[in-house]
């Protein structure tokens, strides 16, 4: 008898261990473990990365003129996640200006030790490099640049310059 009973409860819970539920009509849309979720579906003029989709905005704007453009746009400016992430947005950078100096979502509060960095997009900062130089003044806002052949850094400017800037939309 407990062989019979162990045989059926195989048999009815087997179906949910491989993803779906004939009889309930229910199906696991969980991603398997390890995989890579779908590169998403960008609008015309974006360009995919990981789970997200970036524009390059040719136009130099202040950083405050750049965020709006970017919110205008349906997104933000571009938050940096990894390592992966800022190379492929340097890329575009690169691509789009011939100085390569593009403002990012970075905005930093606060006066030398006393230093608060935020993304635009609230974002957790779990990625970020030491600033290229040291802050003045704040508030300043930061860009992404490449002084030195494959060496991506992050500098702090006055919020009033007129740079390029790089959105991001989820």
Known sequence: MAMLTVLLLSAVFSPLTQG?????GLQNTDPVAGSD???PSCPDGWK????HCFQYVRNPLSWSDALNNCLQ???NLASIHSLAE??????????GSDAGITWIGGHVAGYLHEVEFNWTDTSAPVYRHKLAQGPGPSPFCVTLEEPAAGSPQWFP???HRRHPSLCQNH
């Not at 995919?48 to 789970?51: F, Q």
């Not at 800022?86 to 691509?95: A, I, P, V, Y």
């Open 48 to 51: 995919a990365n990981g789970p």
């Open 73 to 75: 746009l349906g997104g």
């Open 157 to 159: 400017a006055p919020c």
């Open 86 to 95: 800022e190379r492929f947005l340097l890329s575009m950078s690169l691509t």
């Open 37 to 39: 979720p779908a590169p």
């Open 20 to 24: 779906s539920c004939i009889s309930c």
